[in-house]
T-cell receptor
Framework: GNSVTQMEGPVTLSEEAFLTINCTYTATGYPSLFWYVQYPGEGLQLLLKATKADDKGSNKGFEATYRKETTSFHLEKGSVQVSDSAVYFCALASGSGSARQLTFGSGTQLTVLP | DVKVTQSSRYLVKRTGEKVFLECVQDMDHENMFWYRQDPGLGLRLIYFSYDVKMKEKGDIPEGYSVSREKKERFSLILESASTNQTSMYLC????????????FGPGTRLTVT
């Protein structure tokens, strides 16, 4: 079946540090890949996505590239801010039926210190 | 903006009680989903629905049922709550058959004592 593996947290960084959160996946076919973010006390929001190999998703300074050869979709940001403190989830979309389902990783808690 | 609302942010119930969690979306989305979120396990799909009165089991349906009588409303039912159902419950919706992006509600933190 499909699965997503994320690096374990928590991750603590100083403001302006470089961020990488690793994500690898197992899936049949050609899944679409996503990063979602969950700020404290809120539901999940889509951060970025990529639908085919070599696509790069980007939003709010975050980037991730769909690497089919390594089955990876690592999240990066060049300079994190305190406001980036949140839980980040990697996910893949699968399903051939009427509704596309998402398979989520376990989430990575990021704390950015001023 | 898409809005997904859940009936309660926090809920405390006793073992054996019947529990209803309600979710409403205001964007005429066809698909709706219920997840539970537990530390270290991420989100796990309980049930989803792709049309009114239609439902399909997700990865962990045991102990839960759902109801979708209207397009905008999707209810999760715990027939007889147990302590191992203490969790955060998240509802989500998406537009149509090939829509991947899901929009999430704020969640309901359920405690079963």
């Amino acid at each position: 079946g499909n699965s997503v593996t994320q690096m374990e947290g928590p991750v603590t960084l100083s403001e302006e540090a470089f961020l990488t959160i690793n994500c690898t996946y197992t899936a049949t076919g050609y899944p679409s890949l996503f990063w979602y973010v969950q700020y404290p006390g809120e539901g999940l929001q889509l951060l970025l996505k990529a639908t085919k190999a070599d696509d790069k998703g980007s939003n709010k300074g975050f980037e991730a590239t769909y690497r089919k050869e390594t089955t990876s979709f690592h999240l990066e940001k060049g300079s994190v801010q305190v406001s980036d403190s949140a839980v980040y989830f990697c996910a893949l979309a699968s399903g051939s039926g009427s509704a596309r389902q998402l398979t989520f990783g376990s989430g990575t808690q990021l704390t950015v210190l001023p | 903006d898409v809005k997904v609302t859940q009936s309660s942010r926090y809920l405390v119930k006793r073992t054996g009680e019947k529990v209803f969690l309600e979710c409403v979306q205001d964007m005429d989305h066809e698909n709706m989903f219920w997840y539970r979120q537990d530390p270290g396990l991420g989100l796990r799909l309980i049930y989803f629905s792709y049309d009114v009165k239609m439902k399909e089991k997700g990865d962990i349906p045991e102990g839960y049922s759902v109801s979708r009588e209207k397009k905008e409303r999707f209810s999760l039912i715990l027939e007889s709550a147990s302590t191992n159902q203490t969790s955060m419950y998240l509802c989500a919706s998406s537009l149509g058959s090939y829509a991947y992006e899901q929009y999430f509600g704020p969640g309901t933190r359920l405690t079963v004592t």
